[in-house]
């Protein structure tokens, strides 16, 4: 938490209009402003889904031969995943890098820059709005990661301000006897 930290959010419906006619046509024949699992298996194999990036246009060209980033609703296989509530990003290669793609296209995404000193702030706003562990992480897995985070001692250089209580229970709200 001594780090600034980096959000990118990326406009998925912009981004789909980069992708291959072929993903494009099934996604439209469904009604869809993502792809699903099912929808991608539409395309074939893993050979034929290879293959689309001959097809997926170039940024300035318009030509084909260019990677592509497709997002996927991924299916419901647990609580976790249906609590998150997010898309599952996927390049069209395996060597493709999302950061060099998103580069090409500067208007489709923006970086938000958490600085280091609110990140503990912003936790205190988000565990009252009960967006925790214990919520995005449906396990036992995420409850544990919450309580150590609740009873943890509070941070000596973090130190809490004077003039009004905090009623949020995250590290530097939190005093212990």
């Known amino acids: 938490m001594d780090t600034d930290g980096v959000v990118w959010c990326v406009n998925f419906v912009e981004a789909n209009k980069r992708l291959p006619l072929k993903l494009k ?3 439209q024949r469904e009604g869809s402003e ?3 699992i099912d929808m991608l298996n539409a395309v074939g194999d893993m050979k034929q889904f290879d293959a689309l990036r001959a097809a997926a246009p170039k940024p300035r060209s318009g030509e084909g031969g260019k990677d592509f ?3 996927i609703e ?4 647990d609580r976790r995943i ?7 990003s996927l390049m069209s290669s395996p060597t493709a890098d999302v950061g060099e793609w998103l580069s090409e ?13 609110l990140k503990w702030e912003i936790r205190d706003h988000l565990d009252q709005a009960n967006v925790n562990e214990r919520v995005l992480f449906p396990d036992l897995d995420g409850l544990s990661r919450w309580l150590t985070r609740y009873y943890l001692p ?4 973090t130190p809490s301000p004077p003039s009004k209580p905090s009623t949020s229970r995250s590290r530097r709200a939190v005093s212990r006897p």
């Open 25 to 27: 046509r099934i996604m």
């Open 34 to 36: 993502t792809l699903t």
């Open 69 to 71: 980033l497709v997002f």
């Open 74 to 77: 991924p299916p419901a296989i």
């Open 82 to 88: 249906l609590n998150q509530w997010a898309l599952f």
């Open 105 to 117: 296209y500067p208007d489709l995404c923006r970086r938000v820059v958490i600085p280091a000193g």
């Open 154 to 157: 509070s941070a000596p250089s």
